[in-house]
């Protein structure tokens, strides 16, 4: 939307404000003639009243008078001029009686009107023709006269109160509440997570991995019982009947062989391959490359810094249009990876799984120094995913994170509702909240301390040993909050856009639901 068509919108909303204005002016008006109406009506009543009380006086003062007459002459006596008397007389009682005019009431003018039943064209030369007629400039900020006074500096408050960037004003306590809690996930990842394949959270995670392929293989037609009449182990079973029924195209593991990359994909094998691969990354990134190369009859690896894609077999979607095409090759990745998230059929102990969201953009990172081999930071990513630094392994650093994140909140509420004395509806701990940001930034930042600690200490220097026992979900969970604290320190008292959509977003749902009901 342009300047003009927002400045065209804001001054018919200007307009449409007149027009409300004079509408409750004009009611006004009329409540005041109705009371007027109302008044002349009650004073004509009771003139009415007073003209027949003076009438029956008058009648009955004339019939005493005739009573008076008849009583001392006889009725042949009486005179022509007499009776001519006494009708004057009469007359003069009659005329006695006055009745005062009533009050006039002036009639109301009636509203002037924009005519909106043509295009948006006439609907503006409306607008202008009653702007001109009541003289009101459309050439200034419409959205200025819009409001009184007094509604903008409510408004002015309402908006630094619930719409711009703050900083946290924590006290001692909220610090040690962070502080502690954050203390609390630190040793639970230094003790429980560790590093893969010696980590006691980790064997948790990965028999939750085992369950979760074994249940997802049964829902697509696999079969426990005989797996278990062979003797067979049922992960491993499962995985070689997921691998059979969600076949991809992209499944190289070696640089050369039968299933390899004929030389083009350097240093690619079996405990590598699900990194190299981008159609294996569960994330946006694999979703893409994955139907990518199912359409394609390629297969894209990130290898070296560079993205470099192949050529395969050819491969052919199920599905008779695009769209149920698209649908194949999105169930295919999905149950691919629910395949190899595992380990592999035919791998050793836990196996190769895949790695965590995100992670093969290291791969990117094809410089640095690190180590007495002097490696480059993508081949030491490598290097710790080889080691069972996978998805896996990223449920179970997500648990010490998990921890610190849900005590912070309810320490939160709980000093909010007792310590402060707020209503419970107001001791929600939503990050937006400058205080609760601070406390889960100060949390993390102390997981993250007790942890890089411990790394630095038993990895006794060497870059991958070190890489294996950082908390990677921690060290990026307080890095976004890090971020969130510099930025609102940055802009303090400016506005916070995501906020005011997110206000918007509200109640535009909440006018869908009402429109509904």
């Known amino acids: 939307m342009d300047d003009k068509n927002l400045k065209d919108i804001g001054n018919a909303a200007l307009l449409q404000k007149h027009q409300m204005d004079s509408a409750e002016n004009k009611i006004a008006e009329i409540n005041l003639k109705i009371k007027e109406i109302e008044s002349a009506q009650s004073d004509f009543d009771k003139r009415m009243e007073n003209m027949d009380s003076m009438l029956e006086n008058a009648l009955a003062s004339m019939d005493t008078m005739l009573d008076s007459i008849n009583s001392k002459l006889d009725i042949e006596s009486i005179s022509q001029d007499s009776i001519k008397n006494y009708e004057e007389q009469i007359y003069k009682q009659l005329d006695s009686i006055k009745v005062e005019p009533t009050k006039q009431i002036s009639t109301l003018e009636t509203l002037d009107s924009i005519d909106f039943n043509g295009s948006w064209e006439e609907y503006l030369e409306s607008m202008n023709a009653y702007a001109n007629k009541h003289n009101i400039d459309l050439k200034q900020d419409p959205f200025k006269n819009l409001m009184s006074k007094s509604q903008e500096i409510e408004l002015r408050k309402w908006i630094e109160q619930d719409f711009t960037y703050k900083n946290a004003k924590c006290d001692i306590y909220d610090y040690m509440i962070a502080v502690t809690c954050g203390a609390i996930g630190g040793i639970i990842d230094v003790c429980f997570v560790g590093i893969p394949g010696d980590s006691k959270l980790g064997n948790i995670t990965d028999s939750f991995a085992n369950s979760v392929t074994e249940k997802f293989a049964q829902l697509c037609g696999w079969d426990k019982e005989k797996a278990l009449a062979r003797g067979s182990d049922t992960t491993k079973s499962a995985i070689g009947f997921l691998e059979s029924k969600f076949k991809i195209n992209y499944d190289q593991t070696t640089t050369n062989g039968k299933k390899g990359t004929d030389g083009k994909i350097k240093n690619l094998s079996m405990k590598n ?26 297969s894209s690896f990130i290898n070296e810094g560079q993205i470099i894609t192949i050529d395969t077999e050819s491969f052919e979607l199920q599905g008779g249009n695009f769209i149920a095409k698209i649908i194949s090759g999105f169930i295919n990745w999905l149950g691919h990876l629910m395949s190899d998230w595992a380990g592999s059929s035919g791998g050793i102990s836990r196996g190769s799984g895949i790695p965590m969201p995100f992670y093969n953009l290291f791969q990117l990172c094809d410089f640095g120094s690190f180590g007495k081999d002097r490696q480059t930071f993508a081949v030491v990513t490598t290097k710790v995913f080889e080691q069972g630094y996978d998805f896996r392994h990223a449920l179970a650093m997500a648990i010490p994170v998990a921890v610190s994140e849900i005590l912070v909140r309810i320490m939160f509420v709980l000093k909010s509702r007792f310590y402060h004395r707020k209503e419970w509806s107001e001791c929600k701990p939503n990050e937006n909240i400058p205080e609760m940001r601070r406390m889960l930034c100060v949390a993390h930042g102390s997981l993250c301390l007790i942890d890089g600690i411990d790394a630095g200490v038993r990895s006794g220097g060497n870059a991958i040993a070190f890489l294996a026992r950082i908390n990677l979900l921690g060290f990026a969970r307080f890095s976004h909050l890090a971020l969130k604290e510099v930025k609102a320190w940055y802009l303090s008292g400016q506005m916070d856009i995501e906020k005011v959509d997110s206000y918007l977003d509200n109640e535009f749902k909440a006018m869908q639901m009402s429109l509904k009901y």
């Open 273 to 298: 391959h699900h990194l190299k691969s981008l159609g294996h990354s569960p994330d946006i990134i694999g979703l893409f490359f994955s139907i990518l190369n199912q359409f394609t009859s390629t």
